[in-house]
């Protein structure tokens, strides 16, 4: 069975949920007989900038293996650029027009930038390049210059429009949640519609007593502990305090935590710029897939002992 994730993720940019004022630029551009060839979707993880690639590079007339999507977290270097650059060489096999969408491309070397510079500049005729970052501050200043869009982001969704798309869910999947449910969920989600997919995954059949339960542990999670955890971090408490918040919030998923520590010490940086905020910020840029409640804590311990 699809995940709801999948099953509702748009199709057309007029399914998307929120963000009219960068949809209604990225129509109007596509509609340009001399529109663009390289593009940059920005935002946080999780608001549809992937989604809105797909959608762009079925526009474009990119069908099936003509659209390629590559993931720089995982290849990373100048081997990948010096491939990307002979594959724009060939002519698309399906269609009119040959995407390649870019994923997490501020984790590219800059030897990978650099390398691209040129082909991101002057593509071949039938060929699109559509990057995607939660942060470009990474990406080489001529790499930005090259981009269109570079001006907007892809912002989170804003209440009502959360609400929208859940009841859309919940209705779609014939199964009615009282309004209290709801705005637990979207409390939660904090404007990220695939965390909220994600969460309706795993809660759309509970029954009410476990549903109630299961959505007060998560804001208990979101609101509570991670917040009390990041300002002991953000005012260098001592280790011993740091560890004890960190042991309740063991059995959490540590990326949820990543993620409300950077939201809370992007908002700090911007109103006290110093070097011991920023280093908070570069402790906890890389997910935790991999190393998992022990990454948290290790990165923690790197933000306190600055």
């Known amino acids: 069975m699809a995940s709801l994730a999948n099953k509702y993720r748009p199709t057309v940019m007029s399914e998307v949920k929120g963000n009219d004022n960068l949809k209604s630029i990225i129509v109007r551009t596509l509609k340009k ?23 762009m590079a079925r526009e ?19 081997d990948t650029a010096r491939l990307l650059i002979e594959s724009v060489g060939y002519a698309p ?42 942060d470009p501050g990474r990406l080489l200043k001529p790499v930005l210059s090259r981009c269109a869009l570079r001006n907007y982001s ?18 779609g999947e014939n199964i009615k949640w009282r309004t209290e449910h709801i705005t637990k969920l979207i409390k939660v989600v904090d ?17 009410e007593k476990r549903l109630t339960r299961a959505l007060d542990e998560l804001v208990n999670v979101v609101s509570e502990l991670p917040v009390e955890l990041v300002r002991a971090i953000n005012g260098s408490a001592p280790w011993k305090e740091v560890a004890r918040i960190l ?28 070097p011991a905020k920023a280093h908070i910020i570069e402790c906890f840029e890389d997910s935790f897939g991999d190393s998992g409640f022990a990454g948290l804590v290790l990165a923690c311990y790197k933000a306190v002992h600055f």
Request: aromatic share 4%.
């Open 191 to 207: 404007g990220i519609p695939r965390e909220a997919l994600v969460l309706l995954d795993g809660l759309i059949e509970l029954e």
């Open 247 to 274: 042991k309740s919030l063991e059995g959490t998923t540590p990326d949820d935590i990543r993620w409300v520590i950077l939201k809370y010490m992007r908002k700090v940086l911007l109103d006290n710029p110093q």
């Open 33 to 55: 007989k001399d529109r663009p060839q390289t593009y940059i979707l920005q935002g946080e993880r999780g608001c549809g900038k992937t989604t809105m690639a797909r959608i």
């Open 60 to 78: 474009f007339g990119g069908k099936g293996r003509d659209i390629r999507e590559i993931n720089i977290s995982d290849m990373r270097g100048i």
């Open 154 to 171: 892809v912002q989170p969704l804003r209440r009502r429009e959360m609400k929208q798309l859940v009841l859309e869910v919940l209705a």
């Open 93 to 134: 096999l399906l269609s009119d027009s040959k995407v390649i969408i870019l994923n997490e491309v501020h984790k590219a070397t800059n030897e990978f930038q650099n390398a691209m510079l040129e082909k991101l500049e002057e593509p071949p005729a039938n060929v699109y390049f559509i990057l995607c970052t939660t």
